[in-house]
């Protein structure tokens, strides 16, 4: 067994059988739906379908990030049996769940103080975030120590490019990203806002995109200009999408056409619910590795 756990939280939208088959531990976030709570368990406490069915029918949702308290009492036995950690947290750019991490990590120290903790914001999320825990997984199983782990994910976590496209403004216009007026028109002329993720892990729009078989064409064109050796890209390539797995297919099967040399097929994932709480269905999202993000 290894002295050390790799682990994250649930926002990494991987399933429960890849986190177990990749030995790497998880903590959950939490959500709300019409007022009733629920862990973010990866569909267990309430199915991802059944999770956006309600979104569709108009619930209301609100997501809450893991506490101090609930950290410090998830690191705990770790800790106990022997073991250092190393746990990446969702991208700073999109949550404050870093600093609930850092004060865990402080308490921890001072009663453990022979043991390694290592908090690192990924400036990531959803399956780009998995992608990143899942080659950190690579480096462990190759006999890599927890101090040049946590150093290669200091340096290479701006290395995982994110590209979302959305075909539904419904949840962007409710959650204010969007205004109404913009929202009424876009979804007037089919507009599918393009976004990405940014070295600073912010989600930002990059293009307006009209019709869902331009944006599918455009995503996958972002691939071939920002992929690590372009066309020979040989790493893995995720995707995750909400309720849109049709969407997700045909990004998936683009890819595979133009991409030869991918590290086995493109795998496909579940927006899981505290990131689908903010986009609502029909979000794609791609995930692969290149150059440093801009």
């Not at 059944?50 to 506490?67: L, R």
């Not at 969007?178 to 002329?189: H, P, Q, Y």
Request: aromatic share 10%.
């Amino acid at each position: 067994m290894e002295n050390f756990v790799l682990s994250c939280c649930s926002t990494a939208d991987l399933s429960k059988e890849h986190f177990n088959s990749r030995n790497i531990n998880y903590i959950c976030y939490h959500y709300e739906l019409d007022g009733k709570s629920y862990l973010d368990d990866l569909g267990e406490s309430m199915s991802i379908d059944a999770f956006y069915q309600a979104m569709t029918d108009g619930a209301d949702t609100k997501t809450s990030q893991i506490n101090a308290v609930e950290f410090e009492e998830y690191f705990e036995p770790f800790l106990k049996e022997g073991r250092d950690i190393l746990h990446l947290t969702l991208s700073s750019g999109i949550s404050g769940v870093l600093n609930s991490a850092n004060i865990a990590r402080d308490v921890l120290q001072e009663r453990y103080p022979d043991r390694k903790i290592y908090i690192v914001d990924s400036l990531a999320a959803s399956s780009g975030y998995g992608l990143l825990m899942d080659q950190l997984a690579d480096l462990r199983d190759e006999g890599k120590s927890i101090d040049e782990i946590y150093r290669w994910a200091e340096e290479n976590k701006r290395r995982m490019h994110h590209w979302f496209f959305s075909t539904d403004l419904t949840f962007f216009i409710k959650g204010g990203r969007v205004t109404k007026t913009a929202g009424f028109v876009g979804t007037m002329l089919n507009i599918c806002p393009l976004l990405h993720v940014d070295k600073e892990g912010k989600l930002i729009p990059k293009q307006k995109v009209r019709t869902k078989k331009k944006v599918i064409e455009a995503i996958v064109k972002k691939m071939e200009e920002y992929a690590e050796n372009g066309m020979d890209y040989s790493g893995k390539c995720y995707i995750s999408h909400s309720a849109c797995k049709g969407d997700a297919e045909a990004v998936a099967n683009l890819i595979e056409e133009r991409f030869p040399n991918l590290n086995g097929k493109v795998l496909i994932n579940n927006i899981g619910t505290t990131i689908g709480c903010h986009t609502g269905p029909g979000t794609v999202a791609l995930f692969f590795w290149g150059e440093e993000r801009e």
